[in-house]
């Protein structure tokens, strides 16, 4: 694929899908590329519908095929929280700090074995021809007692991978491609680019 618009203004997601779509796509542009791209409103009920929602605007703004993400954080003992208000779950235009803050802080009663978590991640590809798709990615873990690590972004200083005893934020960008709940989504999503990848040129 020649060109494919990226509906995001984290530079941290940038960066990881730019490395997950090597070698399939020629040029990945992104929100940040574009002047006036649109803010959507995430108001759907699931990643799934926010996710579509992203990805349909962005590619009608910018005329190109557009992938969007919706994902986000799932805790057992808050009932599924933060969910699909990970980004902004200590209030609107709150930053990864004030948000891990007030996770630990809902955690901060619950033992060690009641702390059980998933990053969940759903992918949206809609072209301006109207094809429309959906991937999606879940890895599990614990929510640590305190921040560990000074990679990624987001709660991965809070998330200790299943398998690794390493937070999300201790892993190489490497690893963390290898099984992130991102890189899951998009392992199926490369593999159907691949697939259909004459058609979509």
Same mark, same amino acid.
């Given at each position: 694929?020649?060109?494919?618009v990226v509906?995001?203004?984290?530079?941290?997601?940038?960066?990881?899908?730019?490395?997950?779509?090597t070698?399939?796509?020629?040029?990945v542009?992104?929100?940040?590329?574009?002047?006036?791209?649109?803010?959507t409103?995430?108001?759907g009920a699931?990643?799934?519908?926010?996710a =579509?929602?992203? $990805? /349909?605007?962005?590619?009608? *703004?910018?005329?190109? #095929?557009?992938?969007?993400?919706d994902?986000?954080?799932?805790v057992?003992?808050?009932?599924?929280?933060?969910?699909v208000?990970?980004?902004?779950?200590a209030?609107?235009?709150?930053?990864?700090?004030?948000?891990?803050?007030l996770?630990?802080?809902e955690?901060?009663?619950?033992?060690?074995?009641?702390?059980q978590?998933?990053?969940?991640?759903?992918?949206?590809?809609?072209?301006p021809e109207?094809?429309?798709r959906?991937?999606?990615g879940?890895?599990?873990?614990r929510? =640590?007692?305190? $921040? /560990?690590g000074?990679?990624? *972004?987001?709660?991965? #200083?809070?998330f200790?991978?299943?398998?690794?005893?390493?937070?999300?934020?201790?892993?190489?960008?490497?690893?963390?491609n290898?099984?992130?709940?991102?890189?899951?989504a998009?392992m199926?999503?490369?593999?159907?680019?691949a697939?259909?990848?004459?058609?979509l040129?």
């Open positions: 694929m020649k060109q494919l509906a995001t203004r984290n530079k941290g997601k940038i960066v990881e899908i730019s490395a997950l779509l070698g399939l796509v020629d040029h542009s992104s929100a940040v590329d574009f002047i006036d791209f649109p803010e409103v995430e108001d699931t990643f799934e519908e926010n =579509l929602k992203k $990805a /349909r605007e962005a590619s009608r *703004f910018s005329g190109l #095929p557009a992938l969007a993400d994902s986000g954080l799932v057992d003992a808050l009932n599924g929280r933060p969910g208000i990970s980004a902004r779950y209030g609107g235009g709150a930053g990864d700090a004030a948000n891990n803050a996770l630990l802080d955690c901060r009663n619950v033992p060690d074995e009641g702390r978590a998933a990053f969940v991640c759903v992918l949206a590809f809609v072209t109207g094809v429309e959906l991937f999606a879940r890895v599990a873990g929510i =640590l007692h305190s $921040a /560990r000074e990679g990624g *972004f987001g709660y991965d #200083p809070l200790l991978v299943d398998g690794f005893e390493r937070s999300m934020a201790e892993l190489t960008l490497a690893e963390k290898a099984v992130s709940h991102r890189a899951q998009f199926k999503f490369r593999e159907y680019l697939s259909v990848k004459p058609e040129q």
